[in-house]
């Protein structure tokens, strides 16, 4: 046994090699290092229907350090799934096997590449494991040592810990050199294992290309109760081939003589693994027919924060559909997700505040087959920008809520202001970007996003405003909503969403006594943009001002802008109101006059866009 793994993990590295070469480009001996690991793993180790990635029973398996990806691909081929002839397609345009793993592969959950990000999305599947869908699956995790310096790894590691996932197993291939050169513990093993035992895991290190060593500790890995796994493994880089083994100046690029590395190693061979079956297993059944029972808040009746009303619905539609889960970074008291942990605990989860690991948990969850929610301050998402980049590479279906925007929270100051978080999302691949203004209208948001696909934003406000819809008003994502119109005797039109629709209905109250009638367009859903409604706006007003309690950069301004710029229709004059200064401690009151996206600032704006300033 001991020589058929052996030599397997040489046909992986041969694999490697030949695939990188064929490229012209790749990282094998990034690979290379880690080939006893993935050999014993795939043939004595891992549970996979590679016929039925969704089986409920198969481990996971993440490589993290995704530019080792013809390792992966070389197992596949060993695994019987990938063909000697598209292996080396690596790299090309239209093979499924790219430079860094996705999930165009069915057997790829999650893409790869931007290090630091497999373990914490790892502890989002172990989660789903452990809590959601109770199966003895195994997350297996193989990262480098170069991304056991990224902060996010730390927050996988305390979180893992904490919540005893003794599903997991992180496998670090301590092979020494980084990109461009040693890493900062190279082959110090204890270096390591002291951090990660620090937090309370079980550490393993071993000699990652004695296959033995391997073996044992995989097996101990999975037999450990009550805390994760490290196996720390101290391998050389380029393993196989003296040209390049353990020296500098390696890294990402093929082997200078690829035909004389694969006669070093052996030559190519054709070795297949009868990958080990999963065990029958089932997870619970979410039926999705009933419609939830939404709060449901009278207009002209006491002001809603939108924010409550994302708590709420959020809870009610938890009570219908049981794949809904949430996730919060210790705001929950502000974000209102409180509302649903009171309401469904055991789908509730305290990310605490470690924002990369909330978002790689939601990521992992969905992986699973559940659609969560997390929530945040939407300050604090940008800390979670590359999560968040990475989940629409992996083409993962997550909610975002980011509570707090804007300079409308009032006192707290700009440290607590989301004031960027509409340019950053819009900007995501895919993206559903919705910021409302009404707690109808957020409660009926808050069930579209569930059954949308890609990266849905919502973005909810601290404080209350009045009810401006009913509560049987449909909001389809895509639309927007028209609140005053004179017809064709409208001499602008004033866009604006979440907390500065109210400004502009207060402004366009006072605009229509100075004889001055606009239209006004709650335009909530600020990706997809409602180009029609633009359309018609700018045919019949010839003007158009957006206000945003947001930067004027990427934001509902650049939207609308970029809407007309597209070719759709006419193309009015265009101005716009935006946080351009730095905020202070203020009540909300003056924050908005301060920014200049009040009622005031709109009622200047569209008197000198229709030139009706007067010197008073």
Not at 61 to 73: E, N, R, T
Not at 445 to 468: H, I, N, Q
Request: with cysteine.
């Amino acid at each position: 046994m001991n020589e058929t793994l052996s030599a397997l993990a040489q046909q992986l590295r041969v694999d490697s090699v030949r695939a990188a070469d064929a490229a012209g480009s790749g990282h094998p001996t990034s690979s290379m290092s880690a080939a006893e690991i993935g050999a014993v793993l795939l043939a004595r180790h891992l549970r996979y229907d590679f016929d039925r990635p969704d089986h409920p029973g198969n481990d996971r398996l993440i490589l993290s350090k995704g530019h080792a990806s013809p390792l992966l691909y070389a197992m596949y081929r060993a695994a019987g799934v990938v063909a000697d002839g598209e292996l080396l397609t690596f790299r090309r345009r239209g093979s499924l096997l790219e430079g860094h793993p996705t999930p165009r592969l069915p057997w790829v959950d999650v893409a790869t590449g931007s290090l630091g990000q497999g373990l914490p999305v790892g502890v989002g599947m172990a989660l789903a494991g452990k809590f959601l869908d109770h199966v003895p699956y195994q997350v297996w995790v193989v990262c480098g040592d170069s991304e056991m310096a990224e902060g996010s790894i730390w927050e996988a590691v305390e979180h893992a810990s904490y919540c005893r996932l003794d599903n997991l197993t992180l496998i670090v291939d301590v092979n020494r050199l980084g990109q461009r050169g040693p890493t900062r513990h190279q082959h110090d093993l204890g270096a390591y294992a002291a951090r990660l035992e620090a937090f309370g895991w079980h550490t393993v290190p071993i000699d990652g290309h004695d296959v033995d060593a391997v073996d044992a500790a995989l097996r101990e890995a999975r037999a450990t109760v009550g805390r994760p796994t490290a196996i720390l493994a101290a391998t050389r880089k380029g393993r196989g081939v003296a040209a390049v083994e353990n020296r500098e100046g390696m890294h990402g690029k093929p082997l200078p003589d690829a035909e004389a590395a694969v006669a070093e190693l052996g030559g190519t061979s054709d070795l297949q693994v009868d990958v080990t079956d999963p065990p029958a297993a089932q997870v619970p059944r979410h039926e999705r027919g009933r419609a939830p029972d939404l709060p449901r808040y009278d207009k002209g009746g006491e002001e809603v924060a939108t924010r409550n009303a994302y708590g709420e619905a959020l809870a009610a539609l938890g009570a219908v559909r049981g794949d809904v889960v949430a996730l919060d970074g210790e705001v929950g008291d502000s974000t209102r997700t409180e509302f649903f942990a009171k309401a469904h605990p055991e789908r509730h989860f305290e990310c605490w505040i470690a924002e990369q690991q909330l978002v790689a948990a939601a990521v992992g969850l969905q992986a699973r087959g559940y659609v969560p929610y997390a929530s945040t301050f939407a300050a604090f998402l940008t800390r979670a920008h590359d999560f968040i980049r990475m989940a629409a590479v992996s083409r993962a279906g997550i909610n975002l809520v980011g509570s707090h925007a804007g300079v409308a929270i009032g006192q707290d100051g700009p440290s607590q202001m989301g004031l960027e978080d509409l340019a950053m999302m819009r900007s995501v691949h895919g993206s559903t970007v919705l910021y409302p203004c009404d707690p109808n209208q957020t409660a009926k948001l808050v069930t579209a996003m569930a059954d949308l696909d890609g990266v849905r934003y919502l973005r909810t406000s601290r404080g209350a405003s009045p009810v401006l819809y009913g509560p049987d008003e449909e909001f389809p994502v895509g639309g927007s909503k028209v609140l005053r119109s004179h017809g064709e005797d409208d001499r602008a039109t004033i866009v604006a969403a979440g907390v500065t629709v109210h400004e502009a209905l207060r402004a366009a109250d006072r605009l229509e006594e100075l004889g001055l009638p606009v239209r006004v367009i709650d335009l909530y859903s600020v990706k997809p943009v409602d180009t029609a409604t633009l359309d018609q706006a700018a045919g019949t007003t010839g003007c158009v001002l957006t206000v945003e309690d947001h930067r004027p950069e990427g934001g509902i301004g650049d939207a609308v802008a970029e809407a007309y710029a597209n070719g759709h229709g006419d193309v009015p004059r265009l101005a716009r109101l935006a946080v351009r200064s730095m905020p202070a401690s203020a009540t909300p009151e003056e924050q908005l006059h301060e920014a200049g996206i009040d009622a005031d600032a709109i009622v200047s704006a569209v008197e000198l866009m229709l030139e009706r300033v007067l010197v008073r």
